[in-house]
């Protein structure tokens, strides 16, 4: 298990932007594939975004051409900017680690974005 802190969420108007972080705590950071996901009052988990040790990166298209996903290997970090943001934005985010050689995955306690004005 990885333990996974997450930070940056919070309330914002429609049209705002904000920020995620999330610091995973691991001696070899380039063996995980990390991801950002979401739930939302009522519904599942859904996929937001991953990105690779590489650099590769996949997002929903909810969230192509608004959100970007980025990491910093140096620090164990990976982000989410989210810009253009919409009251349907409005979710549980949860930062993920996904082990590239024993698929397991982890996952942080979720940070709460609210889109409100």
């Known amino acids: 298990q990885v333990q996974l802190v997450e930070s940056g969420g919070g309330l914002v108007q429609p049209g705002g932007s904000l920020r995620l972080s999330c610091a995973a705590a691991v001696s070899i950071f380039a063996n995980y594939r990390m991801g950002w996901y979401r739930q939302a009052p009522g519904k599942q988990r859904e996929l937001v975004a991953t990105i690779t040790s590489g650099g590769r990166t996949n997002y929903a298209d909810s969230a192509k051409g608004r959100f970007t996903i980025s990491r910093d290997n140096a620090k164990n970090t990976v982000y989410l900017q989210m810009i253009s943001l919409k009251p349907e934005d409005t979710a549980v985010y949860y930062c993920?680690?996904?082990?590239?050689?024993?698929?397991?995955?982890?996952w942080g306690q979720g940070t709460q974005v609210t889109v409100s004005s």
């Open positions: 993920n680690a996904h082990h590239r050689y024993s698929d397991f995955d982890s």
